[in-house]
């Protein structure tokens, strides 16, 4: 039996921050439409399920009988992405014999808030869809699905790329939610613009110096247009801590579950110098990424880095052509991953088997690849590189090559409590440090400091 309301109070303070943020791999994720609530009822069986709140129901048998059974589920996507995931889902239901109640419970901070909220009520979903899933259950002592993972023989742990299982890990004590809805950033271009520029990207920058020479050259050849700027992100949390890596700094350190956070240190200020010199030689907008998608889309900036999912989003619908290369780097290659995960919330115990059964089916190969290739997430599985549908779609858009090839160097970050109030802290040093209002070493110290009390009052 799981237990609850250990940490909730706090899961509840994150879950307001991560609601607040545009930062951090949350928002930009999520179509804000509303949708009503979807009930998938399973074709009637002869199957049947154990009593409700049984709590001494016997270890779960991965051939057990599911049919009968009914889930509540909670998700956090919408758009093209809501309509797949409930496609699937209901072909699980008919498959399984199982009726899913599922619904759309907002964006992803909404969701948090929600799922921390019920937590508090027993009132939480069987299964949820969400953003920073290793909090609700890890963070609870919750770590069922990593040892499901471990005794049933149709999930295959070694098929599943290592940084989205440790996307799925709760402060390195163990795996307790399923990677799903994954994604990287990718550096996406224009290239009308970089071509009226006079940009060759035939050889495209590597490295970041490299790649503040093409900013300079397309700046340059624009001089007498204000409108134009070189480069902006939709999400600078998320992009300055792949920086971080990229430059020999890991954000944070976990000591046998003390986080110490040290993005302040002189590897980071010097991330944090570029990141200024950016603004300071007008190649970024000062403190505007809000506006940085718009902006691009509008033909107006040569570059952005936005996640990887919007490679289905924006193929076809641009006015110029849409074109993307791997992220610079500083000393090497690395990338944060952001996205949702699948987490079991269930405290009933009679319903743990239709549960996993229910996430396995939707992460396994087939299934995760046709959810990824039609909303631009990335599969989950090695294997799927092999993969017909996968191929076709790479010879068919060189983004998804980028994407993919990506994949080798991406990392996860810690889950722990404060993730949220890190990325707030982050964007507020970052937005001060774009206006002038300090140097890289007194609003990173600024921000560490702020972090660190809030994790030692915890």
Known sequence: ?????????????????????????????????????????????????????????????????????????????????????????????????????????????????????????????????????????????????????????????????????????????????????????????????????????????????????????????????DKIKAFDTNDEAWLFKSMLMQNGCTIIENNNGEITPIFNNEKAVEVADYWKSLVDAGYMNAAQHSNAEKAFLAGNTAFIAASSNRISRWTGTTTFELGAIEMPYFTQPSLALGGNVLVILTEDESKLQAAWKYVNFLANAENNTTFALGTGYLPIHKSAMDRQEVKDAIAANEMYTVAFNQLQYTWAYTHFQEMGTMDTQIKSALGKLEKGRGTSQELLDKAVKELQSEIDDK
């Not at 994150?14 to 545009?22: I, N, P």
């Not at 994720?29 to 009637?44: F, G, I, L, N, S």
């Open 1 to 225: 039996m799981m237990k609850l309301n250990k940490r909730i109070p706090a899961i509840l303070l994150a879950a307001l921050m991560v609601l607040s943020l545009t930062t951090g791999c949350v928002s930009q994720y999520v179509d804000k439409t509303t949708e009503a609530p979807v009930t998938t009822k399973a074709p009637e069986t002869q199957g049947t399920s154990a009593q409700p709140g049984t709590t001494d129901a016997p270890a779960p048998s991965t051939e057990a009988d599911i049919s009968g059974q009914s889930l509540s589920v909670w998700y956090a996507v919408s758009g093209t992405s809501g309509e797949l995931f409930n496609s699937l889902s209901e072909k699980f239901a008919k498959e399984y014999g199982v009726t899913l109640e599922l619904s759309y419970s907002g964006g992803s901070g909404d969701t948090a808030t929600k799922v921390s909220s019920a937590l508090l009520t027993h009132t939480q979903p069987d299964v949820a869809l969400m953003y920073a899933g290793p909090l609700y259950t890890g963070g609870e002592g919750d770590f069922r699905i990593g040892e499901l993972m471990n005794t049933t023989s149709d999930f295959d742990k070694a098929d599943v790329f290592e940084g989205m299982l440790d996307y799925c890990d709760y402060m390195g004590e163990g795996i307790c939610a399923v990677p799903y809805g994954i994604s990287t950033q990718v550096m996406y271009y224009n290239k009308d613009l970089l071509k009226a520029s006079g940009v060759d990207m035939t050889n495209p920058p590597k490295t970041w110096k490299e790649f503040y020479d093409v900013l300079g050259k397309v700046m340059e050849s624009n001089k007498d247009n």
